[in-house]
Structure formats: structure tokens, C-alpha cells
């Protein structure tokens, strides 16, 4: 997926066209399999020539004007494509899945304080840490799983010691946010079993942040002293009954924690690097960059990378009300009520209008262009974090002599449902080491 040299090949829309004329469930399956092998290719020309490509299922927005119009119109584009999903798993409401409510207000607002932006170097620090102890520990055998052993295991235990969330172990936190996670974002045909897994790992998730609670607030009450994470600052957090803050929002917005991170992190680390290896001299500066002591310089080559391989490249939205999208432009169009809408922060990265020279890997792109994290009402309340946990993995990963990617069969990433990155094997030392 998202190839470099990936070249717009033209005729993707004729023969969308042909085949809705013939049999248009053939025609969505034909969009479904671009979307996720040519998405590029497709984008390109959708942008070109049917900017708003309305189909009979849903509609793909493209350019980045119209994309960042989609996300911060939260009261005419809703998240109810897959709000009641999180609420069901997590038993009650959920901010990303509240648009414009005083949930959504109150909560975001406490989870921006819990998340203090000063834990930022902090967090980084950590997760280079345990990036650097599952390197050591490959080094011996040459090569090393970097999505479970490295990527999942820094996600893993960021939740553990930043949040205070480690799950009564880290292979039931992760089975429990995989779960959650397929079935809010994956799971499009609304799959039932897809549909109860997730119930089933939210209840138990929610169930073992309720023990834990009880368990902070009472050595709390005993006086002991606990670390400084995230669940007991909230724990610790006394706000007036009348704000509705009760323990179980508390739960909901801990079991939030890992939701948002374990599976969009390793997969935003997975593509980035890919993209890096499929590019030698990029890759050749990024590793000169990973050796300077700042790492500004090295966090550019990671954002532009994971720019040519978004891990979120569709947000999904359904449009509550007829709404004139790109209105007074040649591509205005009604979006009416009911519609089932997904702009694409992928393609509008790759917008001419807004992105110079966008083909072209250039480590000058300013933040704002920058779609990684959403955009508007939902932007992710863990950017900061997330940001520096990243890249950190990253630079830890080039910072070691020779680490290449494989030849096949044993190379490549590969994606569970095509989606979630679940190997990726790299050789550590020379070459001839490795494999
Ligand atoms: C510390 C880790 C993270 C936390 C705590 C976190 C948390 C959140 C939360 C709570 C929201 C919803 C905000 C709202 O409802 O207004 C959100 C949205 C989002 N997050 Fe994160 N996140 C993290 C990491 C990431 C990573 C690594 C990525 C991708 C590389 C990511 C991408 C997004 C996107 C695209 C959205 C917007 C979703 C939408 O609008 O539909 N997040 N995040």
C-alpha cells in the first residue's frame, strides 16, 4: 500500500463508471479494494476529477479544503458512524464518539489536564527507553518482529507507567484495544461477531479500571504513595458532584487511553518506517539525523514519511443535515442529510492547492498541513504524546548500525484485515547477518 513511485495510472473512474452502470455492488467493491492496495492513485485522480466522489454507499471527500470543512462541522458531520460502537463497548458514552455535547466539552477538558503537555520529553524518554531494551534484547539473533516485540511492547508500556494502565497483563490490554478497535473502525459491514468481541473486551476492559479505582482510592486513602500517571491524577481529582464526574467517567475516559494509542501508534511507527526504507537516501539522512543530540531535525523525515502513508487515511462521518460542501467553488455539491461521508486527510496531504509540490519528500512542510492527528472538533487529545513517542521509536530503531528491512518472503509489513500492521521483521547488523 502507498508504494513509492505509486503513478497515477488514469481510468480508475472510467471504470468505476462502467462497472455502476452494470452492477454496482462489483463497482463499491471496486472502490473498497483501491481504497486500500492504489489508494494513492486514486485519490490523485478523484481529486482531479471528481474532487467529492459521490457513490450510491457513501461519499469520498478529497481535497483539503473540503476535508477540513467535513471535520470541523461537527454539528452537520457527526461521528455517529461508529460513536454507538465505542459507547456499546464501553458502556457508556465516550468523547470521540460525542460531537458537540457537554460530555464531549466537560471530558476533553479534564483528559487535556490529566494529559499535561510538560509530560511530553518525559514520555519520549520512556518510550526510547524500552525501544532501546527490545533492540538489545534482538540484537543476538540479528533480527527482530518490530511491530509486536518493539513498537506494541513501547505502546504497551507507555500505558502501563504513564497512563497507570497496564491490564492485568500487557497481552490482554493489547487483545482488549485490538478488539475495541476493529469493531469502531474495521468493521464497516457491521460484522455481529466483530460487534460482540468488542463488547465483550469493553466490558472486561471497564470492569478491571473499576477494581483498580477502588483499589487507587483506597491506598490513597491509607495515605500510600502511588506514581504520577494519569489514572491517579484522576483518581486524586475531587471535582463538585454537580459536574457529573462520577467514577464512571472516569473509567470510560481511562479505558480511552489505550484506545486511542495502542493500535494508531505501532501503526503510525510501522508506515513511517516503511516508507523511509522504501526511499535509501532519505533513509541515509534520517540516520544521520537520529545520531544528532536534538531531534527536531530527525522528527521531520518520520512526518513526512508516515505523509506518504497515513495510518488514518478515511475519517468516517455521517452528514446530519443537507449541507452545500465547497460552497462557491466549481466543486460545490449538496451533501444531503443521511450520507454516509469520508473525507481523506491521505489525499488532502497530496492536495497541490495547499501542499506544494506534493510528490516530492520534503522535510520544509509546515505542521498545518499536517492531517496525522485529525483535524477540528476531534483532533486527537494525545498528539503531543503520541508525537514524541513516534518518533523517539524511530530514531532508536536507525540509531542501530545496519538495520535494514528483509528480502521476501520474510520481508514487508503485513497488515491484519488490511489494515492494522502486525509484522514487519527487520534485520539488525549487516546484511549478511540478518535472515
Ligand atoms: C497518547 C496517545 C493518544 C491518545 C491519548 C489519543 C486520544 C485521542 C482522543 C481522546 C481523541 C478524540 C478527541 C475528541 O473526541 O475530540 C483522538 C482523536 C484522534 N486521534 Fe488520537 N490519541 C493518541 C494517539 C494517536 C495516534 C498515535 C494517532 C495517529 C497517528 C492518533 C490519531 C487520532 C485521530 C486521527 C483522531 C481524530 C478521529 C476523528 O476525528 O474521527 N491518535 N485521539
Known amino acids: 500500500m502507498g508504494a513509492v513511485g505509486q503513478a497515477t495510472t488514469g481510468g480508475l473512474l472510467d471504470r468505476y463508471d462502467e462497472t455502476l452502470a452494470r452492477d454496482p455492488m462489483a463497482a463499491f467493491g471496486l472502490v473498497r479494494e483501491w481504497m486500500r492496495t492504489d489508494w494513492r492513485a486514486l485519490f490523485a485522480e478523484l481529486r482531479e476529477r471528481r474532487p467529492v466522489f459521490v457513490t450510491p454507499a457513501f461519499t469520498v471527500v478529497t481535497r483539503f479544503a473540503d476535508v477540513t470543512e467535513v471535520l470541523s462541522r461537527e454539528s452537520v458531520f457527526s461521528v455517529r458512524a461508529f460513536g454507538p460502537r465505542l459507547d456499546a463497548a464501553l458502556g457508556g458514552p465516550f468523547m470521540l464518539g460525542r460531537d458537540a455535547t ?67 497483563d500487557p497481552q490482554t490490554l493489547s487483545r482488549w ?53 494519569v489514572f491517579t491524577r484522576l483518581a486524586r481529582t475531587d471535582l463538585p458532584a ?14 480511552g487511553l489505550p484506545l ?79 450520507t454516509f461521508v469520508l473525507p481523506a486527510p491521505a489525499s488532502a496531504m497530496f492536495d497541490p492547492d495547499v501542499v506544494p509540490e506534493p510528490d516530492e519528500f520534503r522535510l520544509d512542510r509546515p505542521d498545518h498541513h499536517r492531517l496525522f492527528f485529525g483535524y477540528g472538533h476531534h483532533a486527537c487529545l494525545g498528539a503531543h504524546l503520541a508525537g514524541g513517542v513516534v518518533c523517539e521509536v524511530l530514531r532508536r530503531v536507525l540509531r542501530r548500525p545496519g538495520v535494514h528491512p528483509l528480502p521476501p518472503p520474510d520481508g514487508g509489513v503485513v497488515r491484519s484485515g488490511g489494515i492494522f500492521p502486525d509484522r514487519f521483521v527487520l534485520g539488525l547488523g549487516s546484511a549478511g547477518k540478518a535472515g
Open 102 to 168: 457537554p460530555t464531549n466539552w466537560r471530558d476533553k477538558g479534564l483528559m487535556q489536564v490529566m494529559l499535561d503537555q510538560r509530560d511530553t520529553a518525559r514520555v519520549r524518554e520512556l518510550a526510547g527507553r524500552v525501544a532501546d531494551e527490545a533492540l538489545d534484547a534482538a540484537w543476538p539473533a540479528g533480527r527482530v518482529e518490530a511491530v509486536h516485540d518493539v513498537f506494541r511492547r513501547v505502546a504497551l508500556r507507555v500505558c502501563a507507567d504513564y497512563f497507570g494502565f497496564p491490564g492485568p
Open 177 to 229: 484495544t485490538r478488539a475495541v478497535v476493529t469493531d469502531g473502525f474495521a468493521n464497516y459491514a457491521g460484522d455481529p461477531e466483530i460487534q460482540a468481541a468488542s463488547v465483550r473486551a469493553g466490558s472486561e476492559m471497564t470492569a478491571y479500571l473499576r477494581d483498580r479505582l477502588a483499589e487507587r482510592r483506597a491506598a490513597l486513602r491509607a495515605g500510600r504513595d502511588l506514581p504520577d500517571d
Open 242 to 255: 454537580g459536574l457529573g464526574m462520577d467514577d464512571e467517567r472516569i473509567v470510560i475516559n481511562m479505558a
Open 260 to 338: 486511542g494509542f495502542v493500535e494508531s501508534a505501532p501503526g503510525a511507527m510501522t508506515e513511517a518506517l516503511d516508507q523511509l526504507f522504501l526511499r535509501p537516501q532519505v533513509l541515509a539522512r534520517a540516520v544521520e539525523a537520529a545520531a544528532e543530540p536534538d531531534p527536531a531535525h530527525f522528527d521531520r523525515h518520520v512526518w513526512e514519511a508516515l505523509r506518504f502513508n497515513p495510518f488514518f487515511k478515511l475519517l468516517p462521518r455521517v452528514c446530519e443535515r443537507d449541507h452545500v460542501l465547497a460552497a462557491g467553488t466549481p466543486r460545490s455539491t449538496v451533501i444531503p442529510a443521511g
